[in-house]
């Protein structure tokens, strides 16, 4: 069975400070990864997407890495702001298939000043 | 630029009452439309998707119905809501191939007194 696993659950930092989120996967076949955002009480938006092919991807002061060997991937977190507070979701795709997702439970950051 | 409608954003229902949420896409044509119910410390659970009008996929035997009537209408239903129908149902659509993203409303929170 597909499973994606997340942790920490939760972690509460301090503004300004960096944090890192992991994410363990055993989809397979792997097609890719993508790293969600979810404010509380909104729908989740994507922030990065990693392919089998890449290993570091940023957007901002958001950075995805990803190892295919160990089937890890991981979010960093830099300089935080108030406004990261949010669940962060890791999501997997198998690949030739257009649907089916696997959805981590996600990692609650609270970033207080 | 494309945009996902989901309401009512909470809804209050006995059990026993029947269900109609409403999803609804613009600025795209012939998306792929899904429906997700998300409990507390659990991954996002895909109940339907659909490819085309009138083509629905169920994920899990449940309580729940989809339809989709319009190419960009996606409606989840139910005849007699239950205790455990009780949760935050997030509408979501993507573009068919590629690796796309999907794009999620901002959910419905439904409590089942």
């Known amino acids: 069975k597909n499973q994606v696993e997340q942790s920490p659950q939760s972690l509460i930092i301090l503004e300004g400070k960096n944090c890192t989120l992991q994410?363990?996967?055993?989809?397979?076949?792997?097609?890719?990864l993508r790293w969600y955002k979810q404010d509380t009480g909104r729908g989740p938006v994507s922030l990065t997407i990693?392919?089998?092919?890449?290993n570091t991807k940023s957007n901002g002061r958001y950075t995805a890495t990803l190892d295919a060997d160990t089937k890890q991937s991981s979010l960093h977190i830099t300089a935080s702001q108030l406004s990261d507070s949010a669940s962060y979701i890791c999501v997997v795709r198998e690949r030739s298939n257009d649907y089916k997702l696997s959805f981590g439970a996600g990692t609650t950051v609270t970033v207080r000043a | 630029s494309q945009t996902i409608h989901q309401w009512p954003a909470t809804l209050v229902q006995p059990v026993g009452s029947p269900l109609s949420l409403e999803c609804t896409v613009e600025g795209t044509s012939n998306p792929n439309l899904y429906w997700y119910r998300q409990a507390a410390g659990r991954g996002l659970q895909l109940l339907f998707y659909s490819v085309g009008i009138g083509q629905i996929s169920s994920e899990v035997p449940q309580n729940l119905s989809a339809s989709r009537p319009q190419d960009r209408q996606f409606i989840l239903s139910s005849k007699k809501l239950l205790l455990s129908d009780s949760g935050f149902y997030l509408c979501a659509w993507r573009s068919p191939g590629g690796d796309q993203p999907q794009h999620f409303g901002d959910g419905t929170r439904l409590s089942i007194l």
């Open positions: 990693m392919t089998f092919s890449e």
């Open positions: 994410c363990n996967y055993t989809v397979s076949p792997f097609s890719n």
